[in-house]
C-alpha cells in the first residue's frame, strides 16, 4: 500500500487481500499501479483554450455529459505549474500502443466505450484513438475535481494527461458530430483509498459519478448504442466495475444493453481483420468478455465512507486557496456536495 500525505489508514484484516474485494479499478491504482511521476515544469494555456481542446461543439449529442471543473483549474495557475511528467507512466504508454491498435483494426458499431484508467492514461487512449481511428471519436471528460497540494488523490496527474495528450475533436459538421464514437474518459483515482480518513488539514478531491453524469437507456437508445465496452488496465486487478457506475450498469443491462470488461491487454491483442474485411469482427471477439452485472453494496450505500470522507462529499473540509506557479496552501472552508464540483 502507498503512502499519500495525510491520511490515516483504517486498520483492517487482510486490507492488501481480500479485506479490499471486490477489487475495482480505483483498488487498484490505489495500491498496485505506479507511483506518479515526478513533476516538471509545464507552460498552462488558459482554460478555455484548454477546453476547446477537448469539448466537442455543443451540437454533439454527447456534449452535454463533458465536465470542465479540472480544466477551469488551470486559470488560478497563472501559466505555469509543476505537474507530474505523465508520459513517463507506462500504463499512459500501454493505453496508447492499446487505442492504437483498436484503431487499425476499427471500431465496432453501436458502442459506447468507458475507459476507467487513472485519468492521465484515459486521456492519452482517447487521444491515440482520435488521431489514428478512420472513424470520428467523441472523447467526453468526466474529470470533476480540483488539484491541491495535499489532497487525498492526485488530480493533477490527471490535469497533466488533458495538457500532454490531446484528442483530435469531430469535425463541426452535424453528421460528423452525429456518427462519432463516444469514448467517455474516466479516472480511476477518483474513489481511491476508500477506507481510509483524510485528516483535517488535507483536501478530499475524491468524488463519485453519479447516474446523472453518464447517458440513460432512452438516449443509448436513441443513439442506437446496444454494447458498452468498459476498459480497465488490467484484469488481474479489477474484477468489476467502480462502484458509482453499479446504478448505471444494472439499468443499461436491465434494458438490453450487452456489457464487457476488457483491459489493455485484450485490446492490444485483438486479430487483424480476415481477408480484407473492417472492422474486426467485434461481436466474437467481446463474447467472452460479456459481464453480467449484479446488484452489490458499493461506497455510495456505505454511510461509513462519507463519515470518514471531507469535503467532496458533502462534509467540511479545506478550500485550496491557488496562486500562480501551482504554490498550493489549505485554508478553512465548509460546504462541497456528493460528488465534488459539477462541469
Excluded at 45 to 56: F, G, V
Excluded at 178 to 201: G, I, N, Q
Excluded at 242 to 263: H, K, T
Aim: overall charge negative; aromatic content about 10%; some cysteine.
Amino acid at each position: 500500500m502507498r503512502a499519500r500525505i495525510g491520511i490515516i489508514p483504517v486498520a483492517l484484516v487482510g486490507v492488501t487481500g481480500c479485506g479490499l474485494r471486490p477489487w475495482t479499478p480505483s483498488v487498484s491504482v490505489a495500491f498496485w499501479s505506479e507511483d506518479v511521476p515526478d513533476r516538471r515544469d509545464f507552460a498552462l494555456p488558459s482554460s478555455s483554450e484548454l477546453a476547446a481542446r477537448w469539448q466537442m461543439a455543443p451540437e454533439s449529442p454527447w456534449a452535454r455529459y463533458h465536465k470542465g471543473t479540472l480544466i477551469s483549474s488551470v486559470d488560478p495557475m497563472a501559466g505555469h505549474a509543476a505537474l507530474p511528467d505523465v508520459r513517463r507512466l507506462e500504463v499512459a504508454a500501454e493505453a496508447d500502443a492499446a487505442a492504437a491498435h483498436v484503431a487499425r483494426v476499427g471500431l465496432p458499431a453501436d458502442t459506447l466505450w468507458l475507459v476507467d484508467l487513472r485519468g492521465a492514461a484515459s486521456a492519452a487512449f482517447a487521444s491515440r484513438l482520435s488521431r489514428d481511428s478512420r472513424e470520428p471519436i467523441a472523447p467526453v471528460v468526466t474529470f470533476n475535481n480540483w488539484p491541491a497540494h495535499d489532497s487525498v488523490v492526485p488530480a493533477d496527474e490527471t490535469l497533466a494527461g488533458l495538457l500532454a495528450f490531446p484528442p483530435r475533436l469531430p469535425p463541426p459538421e452535424r453528421a460528423a458530430l452525429e456518427s462519432a464514437h463516444p469514448v467517455f474518459l474516466l479516472d480511476s483515482w477518483r474513489l481511491a483509498y476508500r477506507f481510509d480518513t483524510p485528516d483535517d488539514e488535507t483536501f478530499d478531491n475524491r468524488y463519485m459519478l453519479m447516474p446523472g453524469d453518464l447517458p440513460d437507456v432512452e438516449t443509448l437508445r436513441a443513439r442506437h448504442i446496444t454494447r458498452v465496452v468498459y476498459v480497465v488496465e488490467d484484469l488481474d486487478d479489477a474484477e468489476v466495475e467502480e462502484d458509482d457506475l453499479n446504478a448505471s450498469f444494472r439499468a443499461w443491462q436491465a434494458a438490453g444493453i450487452s456489457i464487457f470488461i476488457v483491459d489493455l491487454a485484450f485490446l492490444k491483442a485483438a486479430p487483424a481483420p480476415v481477408a480484407g474485411a473492417w472492422p474486426v469482427d467485434w461481436a466474437a471477439r467481446l463474447a467472452p468478455r460479456g459481464y453480467w452485472v449484479r446488484e452489490r453494496y458499493t461506497l455510495v450505500d456505505d454511510p461509513y465512507f462519507y463519515a470518514r470522507a471531507r469535503g467532496g462529499f458533502g462534509l467540511a473540509f479545506g478550500r485550496p486557496f491557488i496562486y500562480p506557479g501551482y504554490h498550493w496552501v489549505v485554508g478553512p472552508g465548509s460546504g462541497g456536495s456528493r460528488g465534488g464540483s459539477s462541469g
